[in-house]
T-cell receptor
């Protein structure tokens, strides 16, 4: 039973355009969400997070939006750059600690 | 400041064998978590160690076991290997505080079971 769902296995976006990666969750007890980025042959690295008391968190080119009523969050990357090509994982802590549930990931391809 | 290091990076075992994977946590971190990432899947939580004791376990059978040492490094042991155990095993360290911590992952150990 997937509690964190990323329904798009891959996404291709033109360089300079906006990339939007989507994530849905089923557990209404989740109150904190994270996005991780993974390059081949490397471990995932933390990208950005959002608490459920907010509906938006911004860090440079990266913005995460949270819609609690829809149990949906999205990661926006503007403008997209070639180095953004990677797999992006949406994740949530099980009990507000370090035990994290991950989605299956979305592979983002930035096209030149 | 050294990051999370894992060894070995790749290994091949046959069904029924046992394997030990090792992880050195990031300097200053006292919590180590292990994740299994099968092909096309996201990382799945195996278990976590804090102060040398298991502190939570995911949906994995007892043949998956672990240790954490006084220097916070850790081992993951898998007995009676099965073909489905083929995966990337990721170690992540963090600093246990009152709230949610970010995980710092190693590059992983890729296990192939034949």
């Amino acid at each position: 039973d997937q509690q964190v769902k990323q329904n798009s296995p891959s996404l291709s976006v033109q360089e300079g355009r906006i990339s939007i990666l989507n994530c849905d969750y089923t557990n209404s007890m989740f109150d904190y969400f994270l996005w991780y980025k993974k390059y081949p042959a490397e471990g995932p690295t933390f990208l950005i997070s959002i608490s459920s008391i907010k509906d938006k968190n911004e860090d440079g080119r990266f913005t995460v939006f949270l819609n609690k009523s829809a149990k949906h969050l999205s990661l926006h990357i503007v403008p997209s750059q070639p180095g953004d090509s990677a797999v992006y994982f949406c994740a949530a802590p099980m009990n507000r600690d370090d035990k994290i549930i991950f989605g299956k990931g979305t592979r983002l391809h930035i096209l030149p | 400041e050294t990051g999370v290091t894992q060894s070995p990076t790749h290994l091949i075992k046959t069904r029924g064998q046992q394997v030990t994977l090792r992880c050195s946590s990031q300097s200053g971190h006292n919590t180590v978590s292990w994740y299994q990432q099968a092909l096309g899947q996201g990382p799945q939580f195996i278990f976590q160690y804090y102060r040398e004791e298991e502190n939570g376990r995911g949906n994995f059978p007892p043949r998956f076991s672990g240790l954490q040492f006084p220097n916070y490094s850790s081992e993951l042991n898998v007995n009676a290997l099965e073909l489905d155990d083929s995966a990337l095993y990721l170690c992540a360290s963090s600093l246990r505080l009152a709230g949610v911590g970010e995980l710092f992952f190693g590059e992983g150990s890729r296990l192939t079971v034949l």
